[in-house]
T-cell receptor
Framework: AQRVTQPEKLLSVFKGAPVELKCNYS??????LFWYVQYSRQRLQLLLR??SRESIKGFTADLNKGETSFHLKKPFAQEEDSAMYYC????????????FGTGTKLQVIP | DAGVTQSPTHLIKTRGQQVTLRCSPI?????VSWYQQVLGQGPQFIFQ???????GRGNFPDRFSARQFPNYSSELNVNALLLGDSALYLC?????????????FGPGTRLTVT
């Protein structure tokens, strides 16, 4: 079974402060991990995926297989980062079943 | 391109009724997936279709069914509606079926069962 856990429902930080959104996963194999973001009144969209190792909008995430974590980080929060963030996992199997966490709402306080 | 489109935007049904939700993928995309998002939860995978064939199914009862048409659009059907089926239903499309392909989500259909 595959599972994604996001322990925080809400994370409030001040503008300019560092951000870390936590994500832990459970999967017996080599999963593919993602972060999706949903801004207010917009549709769900891919933020980044671990295989690309890109930094998108200043966010990075490192896959730690030992701790089964994929935390999302940004050194300096911006007001426009306020949104709902979902960590997601896709296992092997050749199709696109994606398991999402329950999401963390990031609120950046000006 | 308008992206993935879904219809209707909202609908209200009564327990026991049947509902059909529709999804049009991005032009050129051949794979469509359906997700259910209950309030306060993340999206939960229901189905994936690729080239008109079911490629994956989540842990949902047989009351849920779907199909994909030759133009790659898709319908999700839910029979014998229960109050617990009230949710946002999301459709996502991608170029292909495999893990390498990014999914693009539609705005969703909000279903309320009374």
């Amino acid at each position: 079974a595959q599972r994604v856990t996001q322990p925080e429902k809400l994370l409030s930080v001040f503008k300019g402060a560092p951000v870390e959104l936590k994500c832990n996963y459970s999967y017996s194999g080599s999963p593919e991990l993602f972060w999706y973001v949903q801004y207010s009144r917009q549709r769900l969209q891919l933020l980044l995926r671990h295989i690309s190792r890109e930094s998108i909008k200043g966010f990075t995430a490192d896959l730690n297989k030992g701790e089964t974590s994929f935390h999302l980080k940004k050194p300096f929060a911006q007001e426009e980062d306020s949104a709902m963030y979902y960590c997601a996992l896709r296992g092997t199997g050749g199709y696109q079943k994606v398991t999402f966490g329950t999401g963390t709402k990031l609120q950046v306080i000006p | 391109d308008a992206g993935v489109t879904q219809s209707p935007t909202h609908l209200i049904k009564t327990r026991g009724q049947q509902v059909t939700l529709r999804c049009s993928p991005i032009s050129g995309h051949k794979s469509v997936s359906w997700y259910q998002q209950v309030l306060g939860q993340g999206p939960q995978f229901i189905f994936q279709y690729y080239e008109k064939e079911e490629r994956g199914r989540g842990n949902f009862p047989d009351r849920f069914s779907a199909r994909q048409f030759p133009n790659y659009s898709s319908e999700l059907n839910v029979n014998a509606l229960l109050l617990g089926d009230s949710a946002l239903y999301l459709c996502a499309s991608s170029l292909g079926s495999g893990v390498a392909y990014e999914q693009y989500f539609g705005p969703g259909t909000r279903l309320t069962v009374t």
